[in-house]
Structures are given as structure tokens and as C-alpha cells.
């Protein structure tokens, strides 16, 4: 009876793995198929311009949609705290002046949970209905997520940086860019599975 038993557990076990196991392989693979690989051209604006620390382009890049007045004022967040305004501003070469107007630094937020909390103070003080969100392609669904789950009423339009590693070279032929997916993609059902278990999770 008992090895019967034994058994019957020992089956569901594996079932159960074999279905946990199936369901993240084809949620990394919605995951990834998801995840943009070209630069987007926005033919739209917003209030305000978010970019999310990170990658070296990432700044750059929001600061080009500054300029190009697709949004009214920049939010950097998750500077680090040593690096000084002075060494980010250097970034905008001749943008000195719409530094120093329109750029808002952020140097609480240490993950992506900090970024999208200072992302939803940012907009309240402004009143912004309206943000476009830059970050790394493959850091984009999970900063959508946490910055959604924060400001649930304000417009996100989101802006991928694509890395020409990941632009160039099929995932999987590298082994150092399937494994930033893999672990990227975990965060990322961590961080959904807690928005949905504790709604109220600061």
C-alpha cells in the first residue's frame, strides 16, 4: 500500500515538474520573441522621458529624445552616487543648456523596483500623464512591469536600446547573451509573480 503510494507521489512529482518545467521554457520563449531587435522610431511624444541607468547607451540615447523635444523634461535614474552631474552632462556635448533646465538626476534607486518608485514620484510632482521609458531591450519588459504596476494611469511608451551584440548575434549562438536572457527572464517572473501576490509590495 505504502509503496503504492509512494508511487503515485513520486509520479505526480514528476508530472508537476515536467509541466513547471515546460511552462518556463515556453514563457522564456514568448519572453524572447517579445524582446525588440531593431531601434524604434517614436513618432509620437509624451510629458516626460524616463532612462533606467545600465547599459552605456541608454543615456544617450534618452537624451537624443530630449533634444528632439519628444518629451518636456529627462529623468535619469539610478545614477550612481560618485558620478557627478558634471561627468553626465558631459554625455550631451553641446546640450549644456537643456541639461541643466530639463535633466532631473536620481541616485536612491539601487534595482528596478527603486526606478520605477522614483520613476512615480518624478511624474506625481509633475503631474505627467505620459512617459516614454528607455532601457535595455532585454531589461524592458520587466521595467514596463514595475513601472506599470506603480503608475497604473500614466501613458508608457517604451524606447528599447538594442546592444549590437544582441543585434547581431542570434541569442543562442552566445552563450553569455542566453544566459543574461535566462537570468533576465526569471527576474522577470519573480517581479510579475509578486506585483500579483502583493499587490501592495513597496
Request: net charge negative.
Given at each position: 500500500m505504502l509503496t503504492g503510494l509512494a508511487r503515485w507521489i513520486g509520479y505526480l512529482t514528476m508530472t508537476a515538474t515536467a509541466v513547471g518545467l515546460l511552462a518556463l521554457s515556453a514563457g522564456f520563449a514568448w519572453?524572447?520573441?517579445?524582446?525588440?531587435n531593431e531601434e524604434v522610431r517614436l513618432d509620437r511624444?509624451?510629458?516626460?522621458?524616463?532612462?533606467l541607468t545600465g547599459a552605456a547607451s541608454r543615456i544617450?540615447?534618452?537624451i537624443d529624445l530630449l533634444a528632439s523635444q519628444r518629451g518636456r523634461r529627462l529623468l535619469i535614474t539610478g545614477v550612481h552616487?560618485?558620478?557627478?552631474?558634471?561627468?553626465?552632462a558631459s554625455l550631451m556635448l553641446l546640450n549644456e543648456r537643456l541639461f541643466a533646465c530639463c535633466v532631473d538626476l536620481d541616485r536612491s534607486a539601487l534595482?528596478?523596483?527603486?526606478?520605477?518608485l522614483e520613476t512615480k514620484r518624478w511624474a506625481r510632482e509633475r503631474g505627467f500623464t505620459s512617459l516614454i521609458i528607455v532601457t535595455s531591450n532585454w531589461h524592458m519588459p520587466r521595467a514596463?512591469?514595475?513601472?506599470?504596476?506603480?503608475?497604473?494611469?500614466?501613458?508608457?511608451?517604451?524606447f528599447p536600446v538594442v546592444?549590437?551584440?544582441i543585434k547581431s548575434e542570434p541569442w543562442w549562438s552566445h552563450a553569455a547573451t542566453a544566459r543574461l536572457l535566462l537570468a533576465e527572464y526569471l527576474k522577470y517572473v519573480v517581479a510579475v509573480?509578486?506585483?500579483h501576490l502583493d499587490p501592495d509590495f513597496i
Open positions: 519572453y524572447v520573441w517579445q524582446i525588440q511624444t509624451a510629458d516626460g522621458i524616463v532612462v544617450p540615447d534618452a552616487r560618485t558620478t557627478s552631474a558634471r561627468e553626465i534595482n528596478t523596483v527603486g526606478n520605477a514596463m512591469a514595475e513601472i506599470a504596476h506603480q503608475i497604473p494611469d500614466v501613458a508608457l511608451i517604451p546592444s549590437e551584440k509573480a509578486r506585483m
